[in-house]
């Protein structure tokens, strides 16, 4: 059974950061090409960062240089630093397998991240 455990959010100040983290349980975690995730109100899901099995990386336009994702398979986990954090952050954020869910529809709890001042 899979699980997606995701931890660290927050509630900081505009260029302020974060250290997202998120376990997954029950899949080989080495094979995963794995993103992450985030979803303000009224909006849609949006990838903001990518990695591949490889340690390739990818991200939105909208974080690039402020956000950067890694991952150690030894924990079977993956890591989000958000730095220089703005209001349009703000949003719930979720790890995930890439490019769709390691199963279909299942989402984890997902992390809070606000930002206001």
């Known amino acids: 059974q899979v699980q997606l455990v995701e931890s660290g959010g927050g509630s900081v100040q505009p260029g302020g950061s974060l250290r997202l983290s998120c376990v997954v349980r029950g899949r080989v975690f080495s094979v995963l090409d794995m993103a992450w995730y985030r979803q303000a109100p009224g909006n849609q899901r949006e990838s903001v960062a990518r990695?591949?099995?490889?340690?390739?990386?990818g991200y939105a336009d909208s974080v690039k240089g402020r956000f950067t994702i890694s991952r150690d398979n030894t924990k079977n986990t993956v890591h989000l630093d958000i730095n220089n954090l703005k209001p349009e952050d703000t949003a719930v954020y979720y790890c995930?397998?890439?490019?769709?869910?390691?199963?279909?529809?299942?989402w984890g709890q997902g992390t809070q991240v606000a930002v206001s001042s």
């Open positions: 995930n397998s890439f490019p769709r869910p390691i199963v279909p529809g299942y």
């Open positions: 990695i591949t099995t490889r340690g390739l990386t």
